[in-house]
């Protein structure tokens, strides 16, 4: 008997077996065999499938925090815009400093799976010591370009006939001269003195430029330049130049006196020393076509008639910021490359005919106007090839640096009587004369990316006011 005190003890199956006199063989468990390759890949699918969603749109998620940090960033400008200070700014001006005013970050794309700078300048210190080089013999067959005025009366009488009938049909005028079509076909000929029309033909044709402005014209070696006429569009600020290139390069406005009332509605006044911000205003008196844009093309064509003592120029249209550095400019597109004249690719076409077509359409000039131009390229022969000379045909030029040589003033000579002859669209006389003047063949056609690197695009701001008389 056991008393209440005492502590039961229990047997295990084993121990009541070996009490019982028997004994019962110990089964041994098996150890887990490490699992094998199989496995592992069976369960890393498994997770990749539960977790497919996630990894999707994390990369997504990083790509949009890192544009919206660099969007956020301010632009840090190499030049102190304190100078700019007293510069009075109106409401549409304010409200694009968000967008792309302003803007110095550098355009990249992928070359051969690298991505490389679409502009490739020189680095800041280097531009700080950038120097025009001096000038050197080039092998050029033209040597001397003579510019036909009222006074050089072989050239006036030619054949009266064709200048008559081209008169009532196109915009000459005492500015351009009456250009016959027997003196176009002269103009193309290669000689060692060009003989050709090219703007300011009459001391009464317009563009009337003060002697005080024209003194400072005269001083300029490297000039960047636009214009507004008719009160189009807005002055902005160039930013990313050096200080040796403020030293250096002349930036002019040309504007018209109702671009000046405009400005002036918009609250920025031309100082009494003739600027605003780092620009030179030219007031342009008297233009000479009722078509602003054809009054445009003046200063973007005729820069070594505006500059004569340039030896190089930018032009960049109104509807843009210049953000870059004109002296680093001139040195990536032109002195790298040893060009005399450098312009965009067009990003769209590649054809003068597929361009025409896309003018049309887009209502910048009449079909009749058009059909008169490409009827006359192809009389002329100008092929529907894609490349000229082994460049790209069609142009965008709202950007153009170039090197003030007698085959580059002949070039440009020869494309603004074009744009006066027929339509006032660039793009499609470009080609052309590209094509005629086949011996100007260092040209830097660079890509689209490049032009967008040049310069802040802010579009026209309003439809600028034709001329009534």
Not at 247 to 270: H, N
Not at 289 to 315: E, T, V
Not at 355 to 380: F, G, I, M, S, W
Request: proline residues 5%.
């Amino acid at each position: 008997m056991f008393n209440n005190n005492s502590i039961p003890i229990s047997l295990s199956d084993d121990d009541s077996d070996d009490v019982a006199g028997k004994t019962k063989p110990r089964v041994r468990r098996k150890r887990k065999k490490p699992r094998g390759k199989n496995e592992l890949a069976q369960r890393f699918l498994r997770e990749l499938l539960r977790w497919w969603p996630v990894l999707l749109f994390l990369p997504f998620a990083v790509l949009l925090v890192f544009e919206a940090s660099r969007i956020g960033r301010r632009p840090i400008l190499p030049v102190d815009s304190e100078r700019n200070s007293h510069r009075k700014t109106g409401p549409a001006l304010e409200s694009k400093s968000e967008g792309n005013l302003n803007r110095l970050d550098p355009l990249t794309r992928m070359v051969g799976g690298v991505r490389e700078r679409c502009l490739k300048l020189l680095p800041p210190e280097e531009l700080q010591h950038l120097d025009i080089p001096k000038g050197k013999e080039t092998a050029n067959p033209i040597k001397r370009v003579v510019y036909i005025s009222e006074n050089d009366t072989p050239y006036v009488q030619g054949n009266i006939t064709i200048s008559q009938q081209h008169t009532e049909a196109t915009r000459f005028n005492l500015f351009t001269g009456n250009q016959t079509l027997e003196q176009r076909e002269k103009s193309y000929k290669v000689r060692e003195t060009a003989v050709v029309h090219c703007g300011f033909y009459s001391e009464n044709g317009g563009f009337k430029i003060s002697d005080e402005d024209k003194k400072f014209l005269q001083t300029c070696q490297v000039a960047v330049s636009t214009c507004a006429f008719g009160g189009g569009d807005d002055l902005y600020q160039p930013i990313g130049m050096s200080e040796a290139s403020l030293r250096k390069v002349c930036y002019v406005a040309f504007w018209d006196e109702i671009t000046v009332a405009a400005q002036e509605a918009e609250g920025r006044r031309i100082g009494e020393n003739q600027y605003i911000g780092k620009w030179r205003i030219v007031v342009v008196k008297n233009l000479p076509f009722k078509d602003q844009r054809l009054n445009g093309k003046i200063p973007k064509m005729l820069s070594h008639r505006l500059f004569p003592q340039a030896r190089y120029s930018i032009w960049v249209d109104s509807k843009s910021q210049f953000r870059r550095d004109p002296l680093g400019v001139l040195e990536a597109l032109l002195w790298r490359s040893n060009a005399v004249l450098a312009i965009s690719e067009h990003g769209a076409r590649s054809s003068v005919y597929d361009e025409a077509k896309a003018v049309v359409k887009k209502n910048k000039a009449t079909p009749e106007e058009v059909e008169v131009q490409l009827r006359q390229y192809r009389h002329d022969g100008l092929p529907e090839d894609k490349r000229f000379n082994g460049k790209k045909a069609l142009a965008e030029a709202s950007v153009l640096a170039r090197e003030h040589t007698p085959l580059t003033n002949l070039f440009t000579c020869l494309w603004f009587n074009e744009v006066v002859r027929f339509t006032s669209r660039d793009q499609l006389s470009f080609p052309y004369v590209l094509w005629r003047l086949k011996v100007l063949k260092n040209i830097n056609m660079f890509p689209v990316c490049t032009r967008k690197d040049l310069v802040n695009s802010m579009g026209h701001i309003r439809k600028a006011k034709p001329l009534t008389s």
